[in-house]
């Protein structure tokens, strides 16, 4: 799970102790071991280094490859930096990593591409005027210029504008991920502030740092190009959403959603769900999902509804199943299992013309982060990337494990806050326009490299 309330400053403590004094060299001490692996034929390799590495948007401009970087530095809330990485002649080697912006943005961890504009999700705060806390949307012009020139924006810099402060400013499940549609339309997930808990009001209502569009546990859809317009509702029960992705073809949206914790090491499951229609519920925080199969690698598609007991007790909800039946509720495609913490995911896209493809038979196929838990006793589950194999109808055929070994395989709870049997958080996945696939973890503050090497077919 992504962290809840005071226990994350227990965990941050934690993890202060254990990375204070160099967080890089523990990392770079396993990664010399070579102990990333991944299906016969594929290597694994570092990138670059990124402090903080969270999600992830690509390009090619002018020849040259850019990957910008939203960041979050920590759960309190920080100012952190939005990376530009540039390998300026595509040739797969990193040249240098810029910071775009190294102040005046606080834990910009969204960010998505338009034309030559980078909008990046972060906060304000206003702890002396009495300002409740905001979330904001920017927008970096003439990106790939300050990229390949290496110029940072400035607070009153022209080129460094606000679309919106009308977003919730918590920084529980706020670090929100942000995605373009296929019309230019802005996704924006909001989280709801708790573990588990009913949200009817206004995430932030107006003359409290907002205008009262926003409610949690939603994901919206905005006009960037007139902020003032009512923002549209994709979907609603949403718990913690940080990831979302179009497939190729159907143009559907999928996105990744965290489970709740406290019901036991084994539900609910984190969900992988789809979006066919604006406006469908997905359960939170009524209904989960129980998956089959065992917890490390549950069962291809199969899932059963479970309610919330505490919530369901005079609440508006008493029959999860009877609610996914008949349509009032929409069930996942994949149950992954529970406290995985499933953040970024990407479709896989082959080209005969990208010169770093995998073979043709991974097209299509959902590759998907599972950051890991941090609480699930005795033995924590998840930090991996997965795939997850679609039929024509969307159906899913096949779901395993696609890299691995950020987590020692008999590793405890115990071992793994302390160091010992964890040394990286997997957070988002990219693909680059040669075709190999990126993977960002902002614990180890690496960014690596997914390449095929065996024989071409």
């Known amino acids: 799970m992504e962290f809840t309330n005071g226990q994350r400053w227990m965990w941050l403590a934690v993890l202060v102790v254990c990375f204070a004094v160099a967080p890089s060299a523990h990392a770079q001490k396993w990664w010399r071991k070579g102990v990333l692996e991944a299906p016969k034929g594929f290597k694994v390799r570092l990138y670059t280094k990124a402090q903080y590495a969270r999600s992830m948007t690509s390009v090619v401009y002018k020849g040259a490859t850019i990957l910008y970087v939203g960041t979050r530095k920590d759960w309190g809330g920080a100012h952190s930096d939005v990376f530009a990485v540039v390998d300026s002649n595509s040739d797969g080697v990193v040249d240098y990593v810029h910071s775009l912006v190294v102040d005046g943005i606080n834990t910009p961890h969204g960010i998505a591409l338009q034309g030559d504009s980078l909008f990046v999700a972060s906060y304000e705060d206003f702890p002396d005027d009495g300002v409740k806390e905001k979330g904001l949307i920017w927008r970096l012009d003439n990106v790939h210029q300050y990229a390949l020139q290496k110029k940072t924006y400035k607070r009153n810099d022209t080129d460094l504008k606000v679309i919106t402060d009308a977003l919730p400013g918590d920084r529980w499940h706020g670090w929100r991920y942000i995605k373009f549609d296929s019309k230019d339309q802005l996704l924006v997930t909001i989280g709801i502030p708790c573990n588990a808990c009913e949200v009817d009001d206004p995430a932030a209502p107006a003359g409290d740092g907002g205008t ?160 890991g838990s941090w609480n699930r006793e005795p033995q924590p589950i998840g930090q991996r990337i997965m795939s997850l194999r679609l039929n024509a109808a969307g159906a899913p055929t096949d779901y395993r494990k696609f890299v691995s070994g950020w987590l020692k395989q008999n590793a405890t709870s115990k071992g793994a806050a302390a160091g010992d049997d964890s040394w990286g958080r997997p957070a988002d996945i990219e693909q680059l326009p040669d075709g190999s696939l990126l993977i960002s973890d902002d614990t180890a503050s690496s960014i690596f490299r997914v390449t095929w090497e065996g024989k071409r077919r």
Request: hydrophobic fraction near 30%; include cysteine; glycine fraction near 10%.
């Open 212 to 371: 009262g569009k926003f409610r949690y546990g939603t994901i919206y859809r905005l006009n960037v190009a007139n902020p003032n317009a009512a923002p549209v509702v994709v979907a609603t029960g949403v718990r913690n959403s940080v990831g979302l992705e179009h497939h190729p073809d159907t143009k559907e949206l999928y996105f990744t959603d965290n489970g709740r914790d406290d019901m036991g090491p084994n539900r609910p499951d984190c969900e992988l769900n789809k979006i066919t229609q604006d406006g469908q519920d997905f359960g939170s925080p009524y209904c989960h999902t129980q998956g089959f199969g065992a917890p490390m690698r549950r069962s291809v598609g199969r899932s059963l509804p479970i309610k919330n007991e505490t919530l369901a007790i005079g609440g508006p909800v008493q029959n999860c199943t009877k609610e996914v039946a008949e349509g009032r509720r929409v069930a996942p495609v994949q149950a992954m299992g529970p406290h995985v913490a499933p953040l970024g995911l990407r479709f896989y896209r082959w080209s005969k013309d990208a010169k770093a493809a995998f073979p043709k038979e991974w097209d299509r196929t959902l590759f998907i982060v599972q950051r």
